[in-house]
């Protein structure tokens, strides 16, 4: 029986690395294309070690090199993104030609290529402000920075070669995503990273704001399983991927407080510009694909700070 082959865009990145590892665990030919701007050769150096994936250096603006790799592939699963709010306000182009073009270099690869459906990572931060919560994937989109624009227009791209050239896609729009190997040294580092290395140094975490905002904090492992469940079925279009609970940043300061056994209290500077205040997943839609969160948000901070 002929093997399964995927190819994984930043999948040398925190959710791609997670994401090949398990492609590999369920016997999958795996291809793995990053630029290493932000992703990281030791997430996935014992794969290549044990020559169980095929890493290729390349960027996804790079459309002949997508087309060459993506032949004979069954699924795509996309990953590769400047995936950061306040790296998009510094400099708006940049993020569009990799989020934008890049995902639309995939989509002609793909089609090309015959390729048996495009898994898409989109983004929550597509909803914005807008005053429906939880968040519902039919509700009016309010981007509030140009990744969410970015984001938002991968998307339609999706849409598009769905509809034009048959080709099945299938968007996910993960919530806030945390777990091993994400990176803590950016500028643009995602909140709970940050938190936990500042308590791990002794230092207050650092909120913009009052710390009333909130997020619907989701664990890499659930993404990883979505992310197969969607490859897997028939479905097509776009799905929250969530938990369904939200937390406030204070709330997630005092639940990393108490793993650790610290009394240290954050600190608080004025709000960034882009910031959305509140941010829940509806997941009816995403149990279609039969996913159901396994990780409660202390759970998975356990994994993380206890492994």
Not at 101 to 130: D, E, F, P, Q, R
Not at 233 to 257: H, K, M, P, W
Request: charged share 20%; proline share 4%.
């Amino acid at each position: 029986m002929k093997k399964m082959k995927a190819l994984v865009t930043g999948g040398a990145g925190f959710i791609g690395s997670h994401i090949a590892q398990e492609l590999v665990a369920r016997s999958y030919d795996v291809i793995v294309i990053d630029d290493l701007s932000t992703g990281k050769i030791d997430n996935i150096e014992e794969l290549i070690s044990k020559a169980e994936i095929e890493f290729v250096l390349g960027n996804v603006t790079d459309l002949s090199l997508l087309k060459r790799i993506s032949e004979n592939v069954d699924y795509i699963f996309h990953e590769a993104a400047i995936a950061s709010v306040p790296r998009s306000i510094d400099n708006p182009l940049v993020s569009h030609v990799v989020n934008v073009t890049g995902t639309l270099n995939v989509l002609m690869a793909a089609a090309g290529n015959h390729v048996k459906k495009v898994i898409y990572a989109s983004s929550c931060a597509i909803y914005g402000n807008n005053s429906v919560v939880p968040n519902r994937e039919d509700i009016a989109p309010d981007p509030q920075s140009p990744y969410a624009v970015t984001k938002l227009a991968a998307e339609y791209y999706c849409d598009v070669f769905n509809r034009v050239y048959g080709l099945p896609t299938i968007c996910l729009r993960y919530f806030n995503v945390y777990g091993s190997r994400q990176d803590h040294n950016s500028q643009y580092a995602a909140v709970i990273p940050k938190f936990i290395q500042r308590i791990l140094d002794g230092k207050s975490p650092v909120i913009y704001g009052d710390g009333e905002q909130s997020r619907d904090f989701v664990f890499v492992k659930d993404i990883v399983e979505a992310n197969l469940l969607a490859a897997e079925s028939e479905f097509r279009g776009v799905f929250n991927i969530g938990t369904g609970e939200s937390y406030s940043l204070n709330q997630l300061a005092d639940i990393l407080a108490r793993i650790k056994g610290s009394t240290i209290r954050p600190i608080y500077e004025a709000p960034r510009v882009g910031d959305v205040r509140h941010s829940v997943a509806d997941i009816s839609k995403a149990k279609m694909l039969d996913f159901n969160p396994k990780y409660k948000l202390e759970s998975g901070l356990r994994q993380i700070l206890l492994p």
